[in-house]
């Protein structure tokens, strides 16, 4: 059984930093490639980075890419966001997924992500 549990939100100045973490309580971490994704209010959910299953593949969202970094630890079931230079458009409900299969690449799109988290709020204030 897959669980993911985000931590790591809170509230920050315009360019500040954070880091997130997704933890993964099941025993597959290292077999799928995981992703991030965040959810402005009033606005779809959106898709903002993804690391293949052994780190070695990375794609992030144009809005995001050389701010945020993803990374993962899969001896310690985890993957992270770090996202600095942040600005008031990044403030969102940010949620970490796990693909459905055990892609060797990265996917971009929801539905190819089978588990998700419940979310960490992360508000940056102008």
């Known amino acids: 059984q897959v669980r993911l549990v985000e931590s790591g939100g809170g509230l920050v100045q315009a360019g500040g930093s954070l880091r997130l973490s997704c933890a993964d309580s099941g025993r597959t971490f290292s077999t799928y490639a995981m992703g991030w994704f965040r959810q402005a209010p009033g606005k779809e959910r959106e898709f903002v980075a993804a690391i293949s299953l052994n780190g070695d593949s990375t794609f992030y969202a144009h809005s995001v890419k050389g701010r945020f970094t993803i990374s993962r630890d899969n001896a310690k079931n985890t993957v992270y966001l770090q996202m600095n230079s942040l600005q008031p458009e990044d403030t969102a409900v940010y949620y970490c997924?796990?693909?459905?299969?055990?892609?060797?690449?990265?996917?971009?799109?929801?539905?190819?992500?089978?588990?998700w988290g419940q979310g960490t709020q992360v508000t940056v204030s102008s």
């Open positions: 997924a796990q693909d459905r299969s055990s892609y060797s690449g990265v996917h971009l799109r929801e539905y190819e992500y089978g588990y």
